[in-house]
């Protein structure tokens, strides 16, 4: 774990320092590490289950297990690694919600004039994590050219402590251009903001933040999520996670045709393919319009010229 810590995030290495105690050394702790068996691995995952152990909790303590031991053998401690002879469990991926373009309208229009009307507008329009959106400053936006720096989130810490960090990974650090009505949204935000921050004295606290509390602070997310639900269900919307908003954004640009790099970019994966394996449905979509627009562009008109 102390050399792990050295190369992931803080809150990362505390997941996997819980993983290890609570769920790998009360089973293996006491064994030497040349006894370890891929049998004894394969056992220990049965007692998770037993346990009442999702499958999430016993791939990571897979994840975990599988990183010490080959720590083991870097250091000539192991010959090889017996977690390379386990297979670790299969987790399905969570099925998440999107909205329709029509549905998507619904909603703006009743969460118009509620506390954050900005907040869910800014997540169609851009696609940006909860986190992202929470940790922005005034400062990252650039009117001028219409662009949004996105280079931090706000993170939830032990001891329910909020802090804002770096993005998760370098592609998460990414210019988003924005549009207009976006950039006007915005302007009257800050204008409601400057409000609030008068009318708090010297209770308000500044740190910047395009989201903020009434007095400057951390948004509270229970409060956004609370907000969220009693829009959509106002709206007559089904109740879809704060998350969904980002599924929901890039699936209609997918569905739109745009490239799948500009996107991918926008959204802030890692590589094009990650976007195309979690928003394969909706890229299927755009193919089927695809068809028929090349199928219009390229057959004849028959022209009767009698």
Known sequence: MESKALSIRPPTARGYRGTAE?????????MRLQQILPSHINQLYARLKEDGRGARMIQLAHVVHHIALEQA?????????????????KVERTEFQILTEEQVRQ????????????LFYLALAT???KGELL????A??????????VQRQLQQLPGMRFSLVPTKTKAGRRDIKLGQETLRRLSVHKLRQESAKAAAGNQWQENDLIFSSSNGTFLDRTKVIRELKKVLKNAGLPSIRFHD????SISILLEMGLPVNTVQQRSGHSKPSVTTDIYGHAMARSQ???????EAVITPIAVDLQ
């Open 22 to 30: 609570r769920d790998i050394l009360p089973f293996l702790g006491k």
């Open 73 to 89: 053998v870097r250091e000539g401690l192991l010959g090889r690694n017996p977690a390379d002879a386990v297979q670790g469990p």
């Open 107 to 118: 909603f703006l229009i009743g969460a118009a004039s509620t506390p954050y009307e900005t």
């Open 127 to 129: 696609g940006m994590r």
């Open 135 to 138: 940790g922005l400053k005034w």
């Open 140 to 149: 990252d936006l650039d009117p001028g050219k219409g662009i949004l720096h």
């Open 245 to 248: 908003l980002r599924h929901t």
């Open 288 to 294: 089927d319009e695809a068809a028929q627009k090349i």
